[in-house]
Nanobody, 116 residues
Framework: QVQLVESGGGLVQPGGSLRLSCAASGNIFSIGTMGWYRQAPGKQRELVAM???????NYADSVKGRFTISRDNTKRIVYLQMNSLKPEATAVYYCKRASATRGVSWGQGTQVIVAS
């Protein structure tokens, strides 16, 4: 069983920054391809950022230039650095792992609220 635990969410002022962490554990060799998704009230879950085993990244257009995804393979942690946060970034953020042998795994989510 693959376990993903997100942390770092909370309340932040517009224009501020926040860093989310996703710790992967279980019977896995590596953290594989990891992604951050978010789901705002009344909306579908959407991709925010993704990082491959090789370190290649891609971002949603709405966050490109402001968010940065990174990984620490030794610690098996994936990060999402969020800068210049806007109120529309308010959502539950989920960590996702994908691998050929384990399929897709999701974390429990961490709430991010961007408001004064």
């Amino acid at each position: 069983q693959v376990q993903l635990v997100e942390s770092g969410g909370g309340l932040v002022q517009p224009g501020g920054s926040l860093r989310l962490s996703c710790a992967a554990s279980g019977n896995i060799f590596s953290i594989g391809t990891m992604g951050w998704y978010r789901q705002a009230p009344g909306k579908q879950r959407e991709l925010v950022a993704m990082i491959t085993k090789g370190g290649s990244t891609n971002y949603a257009d709405s966050v490109k230039g402001r968010f940065t995804i990174s990984r620490d393979n030794t610690k098996r942690i994936v990060y999402l650095q969020m800068n210049s946060l806007k109120p529309e970034a308010t959502a539950v953020y989920y960590c996702k792992r994908a691998s050929a042998t384990r399929g897709v795994s999701w974390g429990q989510g961490t709430q991010v609220i961007v408001a004064s």
